[in-house]
């Protein structure tokens, strides 16, 4: 399993300012994802961040709109930029932590961030 | 395309009484499947997977789930339900670079 944060658990913010997200998880591990859940709904894939190279977003996000950052094996943030209440949701890392030589596919959940947009 | 169906939105039980929540699958390969779960303000917690062998899989909390080839299901079951099972519950199918997720069932336990 994994232990993982997230900074701000909860932010109201202004349309048109950008909020950073942090995730931290306490053990080393290559695959960190970048979900969405808006109000009532489930989660939906913004994108996969793998360190040591760019993200990969799935349809429908962009770059400019939801830059990620990898820096290292523990640690990655989401900005939402130039927001918009249309981006008011509950934002989660996910971390792959999938074991054996098999490798198979373990994901475990931040606590999430959710982010009002006035 | 790979997707999830939970066709039951909101289901509410009577505490102690059995619980099963539904999930249908369509997926092109042989699917990893899970279920989590999601109580209010909270993260997802994973409940169980599955990956091979044995169809039927046991996970925390005392639920397990039953996975079923032909029907394309991934059932989850609990013989006694607890107040403290009340939140959401979404089943996933996946590979290893993604999952994709049900829209989610509440449950709703009456003492």
């Known amino acids: 399993s994994a232990v993982i944060s997230q900074k701000p658990s909860r932010d109201i913010c202004q349309r048109g300012t950008s909020l950073t997200i942090q995730c931290q998880v306490d053990?080393?591990?290559?695959?960190m994802f970048w979900y969405r859940q808006q109000p009532g709904q489930s989660l939906t894939l913004i994108a996969t961040?793998?360190?040591?190279?760019?993200?990969?977003?799935e349809s429908g996000f962009v770059i400019d709109k939801f830059p990620i950052s990898r820096p290292n094996l523990t640690f990655s943030t989401l900005t939402v930029s130039n927001m918009s209440p249309e981006d008011s949701s509950i934002y989660l890392c996910?971390?792959?932590?999938?074991?054996?030589?098999?490798?198979?596919?373990?994901?475990?959940f931040g606590p999430g961030t959710r982010l009002t947009v006035t | 395309a790979q997707s999830v169906t939970q066709p039951d939105i909101h289901i509410t039980v009577s505490e102690g009484a059995s619980l099963e929540l539904r999930c249908n699958y369509s997926?092109?390969?042989?699917?990893?499947l899970f279920w989590y779960v999601q109580s209010p303000g909270q993260g997802l917690q994973l409940l169980l997977k599955?990956?091979?062998?044995?169809?039927l899989v046991q996970g925390i909390k005392g639920f397990e789930a039953e996975f079923k080839r032909s029907q394309s299901s991934f059932n989850l079951r609990k013989p006694s339900v607890h107040w403290s099972d009340a939140a959401e519950y979404f089943c996933?199918?996946?590979?290893?670079?993604?999952?994709?997720f049900g829209t989610g069932t509440r449950l709703q336990v009456f003492p």
């Open positions: 996910s971390v792959d932590v999938g074991s054996g030589r098999a490798a198979t596919p373990e994901q475990y």
């Open positions: 053990s080393q591990v290559t695959m």
């Open positions: 961040a793998n360190q040591g190279s760019e993200a990969t977003y």
């Open positions: 997926y092109g390969a042989t699917p990893y």
């Open positions: 599955y990956f091979s062998g044995d169809t």
């Open positions: 996933a199918v996946g590979g290893t670079d993604k999952l994709i």
